[in-house]
């Protein structure tokens, strides 16, 4: 395996823990050192794909490990970004665990294996990555729609613990929720579209129907409910951060089951 | 070192007696002038006045005659009898001093504790002291010093971070719910002391569409007229809620005059944009089931108390971490201070034996008849060493012990014991 893939894990890790802690003591500099971290993780990511990538000939969709590992990178990439605009300290204990458990379930499903993308794989290509980008939106949308629910029952019940100082208002939460889904969601339908013409075109237009598949369907059919909400009955809130947190699970699910 | 700090605070002294020691901003200038011609005793001061202290911080040349100066002083200046000012002074010495100083920048001193404003006043007090040239290094680094603490205690502690009256808390909740509060609309209903604090904390916050409405118009009128709001008859206001981000209630009806199903209409009516009700009545205006509304947060006076109770216990706290911060900073501040003073205590001391050396060796040698030259040459130097050789210890150690924790006492201890005055 790519050293640079060890290094990221680590640096990841070492990011993660740091996050956590900040959560817990509220040190500046422990979140510094979290940021800094996660950014040189993504760094050394970055050249271990591009690496490979000359090595194979190929993006990073072949095979489990390299679903995995570009996914986490997806979800560091929209945290940095995420973390950089809102300012949000407490989101890189939300999402960057997700990031991080990612990365080891790549690296405990390496072999060392090397699959060739089909023939004609434009669309394929398109699809994955859009798909993958989409996830590391929906990540976003999921980590907002938790620290939504943690901090609208501290209001609700009027009995401060340490969240409510912890987390932002909740104003900012949903402002999350919605970025995350307005960008995350056309990415992953045109993903969607991408892998149907694909599928059309090398196996004629027959839709495999397995568990995953459906589970897929299932989420993106609850993302466009919870953004047809959003636009047209203004839904916001709870219910768009339930269903928020709802669809990534149907998501993550359907992704499990896929590599298992 | 005699560092002193002077002064009244709101809880030694009623407002009748701060008033009339109180400096004003102008007369600061004068002060400073009149107090260095008439007590020269007072080497550097940094005079700090505001409304719930005034106190002096000084460096003077010996503790009591400094003290007695700046009292005589301060009575012939603001005309008031020495027994109302012994009264209701306190006097901090050196270290106290310093805490003391350490305390008030920090916010720990003041009435409502972690209140931001002091730091302020004390920054302007110094200033306006250093450009007068009445402070020297001693109280320069003094201050700067305590700015640094001020600084930590506010970042290394949540100290300021819990609102700890009703109207406040229900800002912070506010924010909480809408961050920034620039754009919302409020609702005031009813009238009252409380009721209008609020409003005038969340104009603070940059509120600027109020509406207010009472059963007597007149009353919503006046009222609206004092925030520049908009008055709105008792018998609409309904028809405007939708409108309303916050409402604040405070009537005296005897039933509810918001419920359930009429906040749950608004919401309704404005896709479930968010909304914070805030029901500072008794009887209550508000139904309570409007809080289990989605989007609807409904606070009473009982729960904003709870949430300042509990503030109130957590800033407690904090404010221990703080003065824990204080104290360290203190023997920080000792230390250097130590610094400044152990090298001119041990040539007082080096000084001073030398001095004993000579008269009592001219004392024998004038008694010796029929040394040589080169025997006196032994016999100086033989006193010399002895000297050097007692001496060297207690130089050697006090440099050492200057720089621990207790440095400060073994100082004092040294210069007492070799009998080398106070400093100063």
Redesign the interface.
Known sequence: MNIFFIIATFLYFLGMVKYLLHLAT?N?ILFILATIMITLGFVAETIAFGQRSMVTGHGPYTNVFEYCAFLSWTVFGVFLIAEGYFKIKPLGAFMVPVGFALMLIAIAMFDGSEATLPVKAYWLTMHRTLSFLAFGAFTLVFAAGVMYLI?EKE??S???GGW??RL?????LDDMNRMGLTFGFPIMTVGVVAAIVWSSQSYGFIIKLNTSTVLLMIGWFMYATLLTGRVI???????AAVMGVVSFCVVITALLIHIG | MNLIALGVNHKTAPVEVREKLAFTGTDIGETIALMKAKAPEILEEVILSTCNRVEIYARVTDVRLGVEALKKFLCEYHEIDRETLDKSTYLYLLEDAIEHLFKVSSSLDSMVVGEPQILGQVKDAYRAARELSATGSILNNLFERSFNVAKKVR?ET?IA?NAVSVSYAAVE?A??????LSDKVVMLVGAGEMIEIAAKHLVAQGVDNIMVTNRTYERAVEFARKLNGEAIGFDSFYEELNRCDIVITSTGAPRFIIRKELAAKVIQE?????MFFIDIAVPRDIEPSV?EI??C?L?DID?LQ??VA?NMVERDKEAKKAEKIVQSEVSQFLLWLDHLEVAPSIVALKDKAENIRKSELEKTLGKLNGLSNKDREAVDRLTSSIVNKVLHPPIVNVKKVAETKDGHTYLKAFRRLFDLGDGD
């Open positions: 509220k500046r901090q209001l609700k009027k009995h401060f409510y100082h932002p208002p909740l104003s900012v009955f203004g839904w916001r809130g709870r219910r | 970042t949540a971070e909740l924010k909480k719910i809408f961050d920034d404005r896709h479930h944009r968010a809080n989605e989007n947060y606070y729960d709870n949430v509990a």
